[in-house]
């Protein structure tokens, strides 16, 4: 409900609650608006803090092309305008991928790291998916059918069937905003050049990565590259759910940010 | 190198060398010629039938909307006219979903059920893919992207980078004749009500069923469920391949094909 | 640090801590000691209650073999004396089949559900596997490696030797322990005819049930089938453990734990 | 039917059919008797030779200990012996580290290699289960409940009942005869100091390797490490079998050793 400047324009982001600081960085056709439904349990006990991303929800468009980096330039400078010097950080798929740009930046502000479905690099694979969600960006339709069923797990389109098609109806007039649209491309550019292979290795804090076995967007095997290349992480799979787990398997998502953001203890002996 | 009448329309096949016969169904985008590099190895002891669907390579072109069951309706003319009673049956995809939809209902025509990379039935999800390919199929560009990156895994994409964009510049005439285009539309579509969940019990022929650990299209828990309803079936797994097993793993699928259809006996008393 | 009455026999229990009420129901061969590195994290923001089962720890020798189902009925005494009618409950291997006894006939109690590495039966696999821990009971050296191998991943083993060494010295006199030994026996031989499968659907409570990838003796299928068995169930897999996961992955099961017990709802409504 | 010396010991070994050489490593309690329901398969179209190890089946036992290198020698002394300058080599289990010894020896001799439920080298946890085998060896009883269950799968054991009581009477007898016993243990000891995990890479023959997803022997991140290792390697997963895969899933491996070892061509031009 508030915002922060950020080279002239206006980043818009939330708090909720009080205690250990959780900063939640968003998917790529996300918003601050996704996480309605776990604001309540992320701000039962945590510091909540949302965040529009340049080109996302409530924050400012931009005009040209830019790379992700700046997203985590943004981040920093809300932690800074926040005061906060450590924060346990959140980011799912795009959110995860500037999550990690962040980190192996700004290694001393992650308290804590948990990704979910995301990728340590945009591969020529990842690069020609994007491609198509451009091309199919010019009809509505086509947009819907080319970005949504490869981000949910057939089980779950054929378990949620009614919640799918009340969702491509939400949807049908966002898809048909040319603003929306062309922040959507411009965002899905920004990873173009996307690689932190080489800067993982920074990372000290305890991270948390998360695949979900049906994920086609970001495959189980990116997870377990990113396992191999930060040093203090560990690794849990959710057999039931495709690349939007926190839509598919909401609790899950909450138990584990919950449960590895607050833990009283990371180390243990062992005996 | 000879044709068959089916139902007025002329149906393309090729026959090479002696032996068991092993016929050979197409996926969706395939026809015989994609078969070049197997061809020596499968006829080698086998007499090997490949086969052009309706719509496909050099078989006739349909005009209006059909149903898939037509294909095997196909398959059945043509092993008749090749006055074969009994025949192993592969098929990939679309083709091993023809394959389903005859081994149903010809249940005495199958020798052996060789089933790669499939379905039991088009859900809502692979017919939301289906109807997003067919929207692409306006734009070239936006038809590759769409439909090609999905039927590979990332890995090969990274490792096979040159092949994948040679194949690009070999798809792009392709995919920039109307006449394909709309053959592959009518293909997409006769497979819209696809189910054979409540048949497959009837398959008495034993059955190979293999799996892609990267199939995004046709993901392992289908193959699961058909192993699930088809009495004397098996299920194998290759952890490096995508949805187009026959490019990524050309070796394993020649040698579980011709190990499968050839093998001297299926029964084994375990001592 | 105090003792119920169950049966005429001492029941050792202990109590950490204050707020939602998390019991923890031990494996078969750890004792309330074994939760040492746990107490801390899990007695934070909760109540915590650990037990040791009759034939465990600090609570009474049977004489007799008994039955497992006579553990669940301890749980229900314990609970009844501590006033609580609702608590969750987390059940690691044999505490997992306890807690599902437990579960499946005191419905009412259970708030939520975690059942790590478990199982809900005792095949004739199982079964074998137990009479061969039994029959090697004899010698403490025998025990030791038929038991304790087992129980960890090839990975832990390798990567943790020294601890695998100091842990093997620690369990020498224990193992030697005519008294310890014949209780182990016992406890093995008590869940020789565990089979909750007709009865899981009855729990009603939110579960989380966790399998690792290297768990040699509940494997993954087994809650596969616990999951397909308990009707508001979810799973989670740990791909870099074996069956003692406490002590593999201690931070996850933590983090797992807390996360699950404690977030504030259970219910989303994705919108 | 025949037998070839070996540093003054006899060697038992069978030939069977023509064709493409096929040479047979077993698993360690085998003999050439367990393969009698692959014979017909195997020597259909190849020249099938199977072989017993030293301490094993008809060939002569060994007194003091040995290094497993020595049956590779064993190996090479039958293939010059049958003046064979190239096989197919497959090995499972014992048989399939004595294949890899031999490959990495004598990389000329291997035309293509096939490995089943095996690994590259005896780390600690394996080196622990061959110890507990050793102590449980005194008792035949505690022989087979110790070596039996964690070679067979939960799901045979549960689905072949009739099968696995008639091979535990079967059983009872052999693991009574001292004789046998002794070779036992030291077939087992002989793997101790196993480790190819450095010289792999010299292998150069086409490779299979094949895992199952219920070995708990030999699980499957062993045969991850070996197909990393091997250049020219592929990997399949069996998802329901365990160790002794021959036995769970007879008609697949026997398609996947004939399909592998007869495929007319190992390399493709994908197009």
Redesign the interface.
């Given at each position: 409900m508030a915002y922060v400047a950020f080279e002239g324009r206006r980043v818009y982001y939330e708090e909720h609650g009080q205690g250990r600081p959780l900063l939640v960085l968003n998917g790529i056709m996300m918003s601050c608006r996704?996480w309605?439904?776990?604001v309540?349990?992320f701000s039962?006990?945590n510091r909540l803090i949302l965040l529009d991303f340049l080109d996302q929800g409530r924050s400012d468009r931009m005009e040209a092309e830019y790379d992700q980096s700046i997203q985590a330039e943004v981040v920093k400078t809300l932690l800074d305008h926040l005061e906060l010097k450590k924060a346990c950080i959140l980011g799912i798929s795009y959110g995860g991928e500037v999550a990690q740009q962040f980190a192996v930046k700004y290694t001393e502000y992650v308290d804590r790291l948990i990704l979910f479905n995301t990728t340590a690099r945009t591969?020529?694979?990842?690069g020609?998916?994007g491609?198509?969600w451009n091309?199919?960006a010019r009809?509505p339709?086509?947009y819907y059918?080319?970005t949504?069923?490869?981000i949910?797990?057939?089980?779950f389109?054929?378990e949620?069937?009614g919640?799918?098609n009340r969702r491509r109806e939400k949807l049908r007039p966002v898809f048909s905003d040319p603003e929306f649209i062309r922040a959507m491309v411009r965002l899905t550019n920004s990873a173009r050049n996307y690689d932190v292979t080489k800067q993982l290795h920074r990372i000290k804090a305890?991270t948390?990565v998360v695949s979900c076995q049906?994920d086609?967007l970001t495959?189980l095997?990116?997870q377990e590259l990113i396992c191999s290349l930060i040093p203090d992480s560990?690794?849990?799979?959710?057999?039931?759910s495709g690349h939007a787990s926190m839509?598919e398997?909401?609790?899950?998502f909450?138990?584990?940010?919950?449960?590895?953001c607050?833990?009283?203890?990371?180390r243990?002996?062992?005996?």
């Open positions: 996704s309605s439904e776990f309540e349990p039962e006990n591969g020529p694979w990842l020609d998916i491609d198509g091309l199919a009809d339709d086509a059918l080319t949504i069923p490869v949910y797990s057939p089980r389109y054929r949620q069937n919640w799918m305890p948390l049906q086609y495959p095997q990116e560990r690794h849990v799979i959710l057999p039931g839509y398997q909401p609790l899950l909450a138990a584990l940010t919950l449960g590895f607050n833990c009283s203890r990371t243990f002996d062992i005996l």
